[in-house]
């Protein structure tokens, strides 16, 4: 199994360091959807105290050309804070913080779905619509192969993975608790989780979140499940068919109430 070169490092070598005090400084990395719509970018910075509000977070600038998201001859643009999560990896004080991104005239960048979906869900906060995300991922080896499974051939037919409990049937459990937990420390929503049909392949829900929550909830658990893989040394993907044959596709299922589905009469 193909496995990557940075999970081979010495941690416990790591964390003497991430022991050492701060001096009252905290830590800010600023994740934001890159131009092409589907991989996450993060960097750190430090700010003078721990900031405890989102408006505690100055904007801060990039460099789109790396990123898919403006031409080299223009490329500034500017990381706008949206939500603020405690930071599993480095602790507290430390933050997470989810942002949307503006180009260098103030607009909202082509992939910034997050600024159309926000004036969408403003217009419909009287109704509290409730969303639950299921968010399906197989885990591969560096190499694309599915982690846990033969380097030559197949394992057994799909029948005995789902939900499965055995080392026989399930494979990367301990990603799949530490990224769980990890969600849980920063806060973020996360309310279930489970084997999935094809082996390697798993299911976390989060949820219930009101309006735009649900978005800023499911990119934050992504961005902990690639962190937490890149310790492991595995590649998390959410292709929806990953392996082409007889084996399951993957998916995101979206639940959705408003107040009034939810009352008494209402639709269940």
Known sequence: MSVAVSSKLNKTVRDQYLKLPQDGKAQVTYV??????????????TLKCEPKTIQDIPEWNFDGSSTYQSEGSNSDMFLIPARMF??????????????????????PAETNLRYTCRETMDKAKLSHPW???EQEYSLLGINGHPYGWPENGFPGPQGPYYCGVGADKVFGRDIV???????????????GT??????????FQVGPCEGIEMGDHLWLARYILHRICEDFGVVATLD???????WNGAGCHANFSTEVMRKEGGLN
């Not at 990896?89 to 607009?107: G, I, M």
């Open 194 to 203: 489970n084997a999935e049909v094809m082996p390697s392949q798993w299911e």
């Open 240 to 246: 929806p068919k990953p392996i082409t044959g007889n």
């Open 32 to 45: 934001w959807i890159d131009g092409t719509g589907e991989s996450l970018r993060c960097k750190t910075r």
């Open 86 to 107: 405690r930071d599993p990896f480095t602790l507290d004080p430390n933050k997470l913080v989810l942002c949307e991104v503006l180009k260098y005239n103030r607009k």
């Open 131 to 133: 969303f639950g995300l």
């Open 177 to 191: 608790e530490a990224h769980y937990k990890a969600c849980l420390y920063a806060g973020v929503k996360i309310s």
